[in-house]
T-cell receptor
Framework: DAKTTQPPSMDCAEGRAANLPCNHS???????VYWYRQIHSQGPQYIIH???NNETNEMASLIITEDRKSSTLILPHATLRDTAVYYC???????????FGTGTSLTVIP | NAGVMQNPRHLVRRRGQEARLRCSPM?????VYWYRQLPEEGLKFMVY????????ESGMPKERFSAEFPKEGPSILRIQQVVRGDSAAYFC?????????????FGQGTRLTVV
């Protein structure tokens, strides 16, 4: 069953920050929040993940609320190549699988 | 360090034939996951394997589908007597451990077309 809720689509102007929200109100204390993206029909690409603290890497930043019930993926300077479907995933406790919901289709506009 | 390698990238089979999809995990990764993506749909979990063991096959169809990850060599997803509804992209992912803290990396997929 889906454990995350994301808007189905978003637009972002090229060069601006893209802020992709995710609701995971039933997350458990030891479950991680992961973000992947799928460009066209390629294999999903790992972006970032976190447990409690905010995280940043060369691709993006992940902001997790203090109650951990929601998070935001931030692409600081969106480019046309960031157009993709972005999946917010709560990694189940056993770590056996990633559940991919419907994701957010992000379109970066020139 | 090469990424997850899947082959073939494209596979065409006639109805009733067998399809074999191969996945070589990243070096040092002993955990493999298979996902299926039907056209215009999201990824659906199929099976999770460690070396020589199937850990979770809750997403595998009960008939015609099987998976293995032998001690030596790639993981194989086998589909017997393929039907048109099996046409999809099949993705493999690998991770070094089972832990929720470790990310999994995906291959580029095998696109199966049943004619």
């Amino acid at each position: 069953d889906a454990k995350t809720t994301q808007p189905p689509s978003m637009d972002c102007a090229e060069g601006r920050a893209a802020n992709l929200p995710c609701n995971h109100s039933t997350i458990s204390g030891n479950e991680y929040v992961y973000w992947y993206r799928q460009i066209h029909s390629q294999g999903p690409q790992y972006i970032i993940h976190g447990l409690k603290n905010n995280e940043t890497n060369e691709m993006a930043s992940l902001i997790i609320t203090e109650d951990r019930k929601s998070s935001t993926l931030i692409l600081p300077h969106a480019t046309l190549r960031d157009t993709a479907v972005y999946y917010c995933i709560v990694r189940v406790k056993s770590g056996n699988q990633f559940y991919f919901g419907t994701g957010t289709s992000l379109t970066v506009i020139p | 360090n090469a990424g997850v390698m899947q082959n073939p990238r494209h596979l065409v089979r006639r109805r009733g034939q067998e399809a074999r999809l191969r996945c070589s995990p990243m070096k040092g990764h002993s955990h493999v996951y298979w996902y299926r993506q039907l056209p215009e749909e999201g990824l659906k979990f199929m099976v999770y394997l460690q070396k020589e063991n199937i850990i979770d096959e809750s997403g595998m169809p009960k008939e015609r589908f099987s998976a293995e990850f032998p001690k030596e060599g790639p993981s194989i997803l086998r589909i017997q007597q393929v039907v048109r509804g099996d046409s999809a992209a099949y993705f493999c992912a690998s991770s070094p451990t089972q832990g929720a803290a470790d990310e999994a990396f995906f291959g580029q997929g095998t696109r199966l077309t049943v004619v």
